[in-house]
């Protein structure tokens, strides 16, 4: 299983299965954010919150909905787990502690799903589905809804800013695209032997005499969802290398394509809603050529020590192989999704430096659901005012000019991330305790620490095996790292949708770059890179690149 079976089928089905859907996809997802008719369920559900479904909002009152709505889901998730010994299904399960709930509340809650607990150990059963599961919903159809927001921004043609209804968004996005979709991936799942109960853990004497506890719970539901909607906060704190999220070559290869196919998809939904199909396979074609020069960079890295060295195998997914796990690894850090299949501590050290590359990138190849499509598109802005630089034109992106306030928060975005990764990492490696929580001294023992900051800041949520995230400082910072990596740059993409919402569109001349171009596409990815690899490059020499010289 390890050979071809294990390597290169699942491989050529996740990206054939990828291409056939995503044409029906991007179109059904596009009807979903552009149709005028609710639903039966949904006109209920807007009765009941009090929502006028025809009443679209300016960016102000998108984001305003939005961060009330994160707000409260931090506070029921904070309460949920500070009261799990009073609820059903907790089988023995005390409370968690205040700092470490703050953190795993946040977390879930920015679609980061960093875990610095052991599912198994900590959450009861209540906490996971209640929780965590409703969260991997919600939370990830937040991202996407913002990305709809931006693309009405582009798309609007009559200049009354607005981009949208929040609550409409949130529920349609839920309902009618994760539910289906999640519904059909865990019956998959469940057919591989991904576990569904609500059985409390069950303690064995095995042949041996020692004892061992079998855990139960409602897995298949929330690994389906973790992956869906680019979450990745596992059930279990083997995360996906555990035999009951990911028993199979075909539910890993099933959790790939799941990771993907929305991400992917959006940015036909961005073409068909622009009118210009076109400037969606120019974004995609963007996204395809980081994603794979890292896949197979990574591959070739991994797949190399693992000929030369004996143990080269140890810490990678050893039922499936080496292609299988650095097309897991790539994938889950190109898309803000923190499961891991192997991990990812004991990659080779430029395998390792790759993956926090990835991240550092701001996860736009694909990205996460919807955060990954406007992050790209941010990037496409800031590409088309530095050719407008160039040539010495007013810039202009999809019939809108880009301007000083539009410039600005779009530095503001690019700024955010930066400044929580190496703020956090400086103030860490001063303090004495720090070494405590990592694997190792050395660049090795820096790369943990980058990893994890970055992980957050990004809202990726994976991490370096081995890690000790489970202190107050930790739990504290990195959970606002979390909240600032994910809201700030929230609003300024909202910000951004709402200026280009006031304009209207205006005629291509023959001076309009064009943006469904190859000569574009080289220029998107040019920045990309300059913007993240650049900008950590000093970070980097400091932590793989050090440590693979040695």
């Known amino acids: ?112 799903n960093w875990q610095s607990y052991s599912g198994e150990a900590a959450m009861s059963q209540l906490t996971q589905m209640l929780g965590m599961t409703v969260q991997n919903f919600v939370s990830g159809a937040v991202g996407i809804s913002v990305a709809a927001a931006l693309i009405r921004g582009f ?36 057919t591989q032997g991904v576990i569904q109960n609500l059985q409390p853990p069950v303690t064995f004497t095995t042949v041996t005499g020692a ?18 909607g680019t979450n990745g906060g596992g059930y279990f704190n083997a995360n996906s290398a555990h035999p009951f999220e990911n028993p ?79 097309l897991f690894a790539v994938t889950t850090t190109m898309t803000s999704t923190g499961a891991v299949d192997s991990f990812h501590s004991s990659y080779t050290p430029l395998g390792g430096g790759l993956l926090i590359l990835n991240m550092l990138l701001g996860e736009v190849s694909p990205g996460g659901v919807g955060t990954g499509l406007y992050g790209m598109l941010v990037m496409a802005i800031l590409s088309v005012f530095i050719a407008g630089l160039i040539v010495g034109r007013t810039p202009e992106y999809l019939g809108k000019r880009i301007g000083v306030g539009e410039m600005i928060k779009v530095c503001l975005y690019i700024l955010v991330m930066p400044t929580l990764v190496l703020g956090g990492v400086a103030l860490s490696v001063l303090l004495p305790s720090t070494p405590d929580s990592l694997s190792a001294a050395g660049p090795h023992g820096f790369s943990d620490l980058v990893y994890a900051f970055t992980s957050a800041s990004n809202n990726n949520g994976s991490a370096f095996a081995g890690f000790g995230a489970d202190t107050w400082w930790f739990n504290i ?55 993240g690899a650049l900008t950590f490059l000093p970070t980097l020499v400091l932590g793989p690149i050090s440590e693979a010289t040695l």
Not at 155 to 176: E, P
Not at 259 to 272: A, E, K, N, Q, Y
């Open 155 to 190: 798309a609007a043609r009559h200049g009354d800013g607005r981009i949208g209804n929040f609550w409409v968004d949130l529920t349609r996005v839920c309902l009618r695209i994760l539910l289906p979709m999640a519904t059909l991936g865990a019956l998959f799942l469940m």
């Open 477 to 531: 910072s990195l959970g606002m790292c979390m909240l600032l990596g994910r809201f700030l740059p929230i609003v300024m993409v909202l910000a951004i949708a709402g200026a280009m919402a006031k304009q209207r569109i205006i005629p291509t001349t023959s001076g309009t770059l064009p943006t469904h171009s190859g000569l574009f596409v080289g220029l998107l990815i040019g920045v990309v890179l300059i913007v």
């Open 248 to 326: 199979t070559v075909w539910s890993n290869a099933l959790e790939i394509f799941l990771i993907l196919v929305i991400p992917v998809s959006l940015t036909r939904t961005f073409g068909l809603m622009v009118r210009d199909t076109r400037q969606g396979y120019a974004i995609l074609s963007a996204m395809a050529v980081l994603y794979f020069l890292s896949l197979a960079s990574v591959t070739v890295f991994e797949a190399t020590a693992s000929d030369a060295i004996g143990g080269g195998m140890e810490g990678r997914e050893v039922r499936l192989g080496t292609i299988p796990s650095a």
């Open 211 to 228: 004892t061992q506890t079998i855990p139960g719970g409602a897995v298949a539901s929330q690994e389906v969802i973790k992956e869906l």
């Open 1 to 112: 299983m390890t050979g071809v079976i294990g390597g290169y089928i699942p491989f050529v089905a996740v990206f054939t299965l990828l291409a056939m859907l995503y044409v029906p996809l991007g179109g059904y997802m596009a009807k979903v954010f552009t149709g005028a008719n609710d639903l039966k369920i949904e006109t209920v559900i807007y009765k009941v919150l009090g929502v006028d479904s025809s009443a679209r909002q300016t960016w102000r009152g998108y984001a305003g909905s939005l961060l009330a709505f994160s707000m409260l889901s931090i506070i029921v998730l904070y309460l949920l787990q500070r009261l799990q010994q009073y609820l059903p299904w907790a089988h023995g399960m005390g409370p968690v502690d205040p700092d470490q709930a703050w953190n795993t509340a946040v977390s879930f809650t920015t679609n980061t």
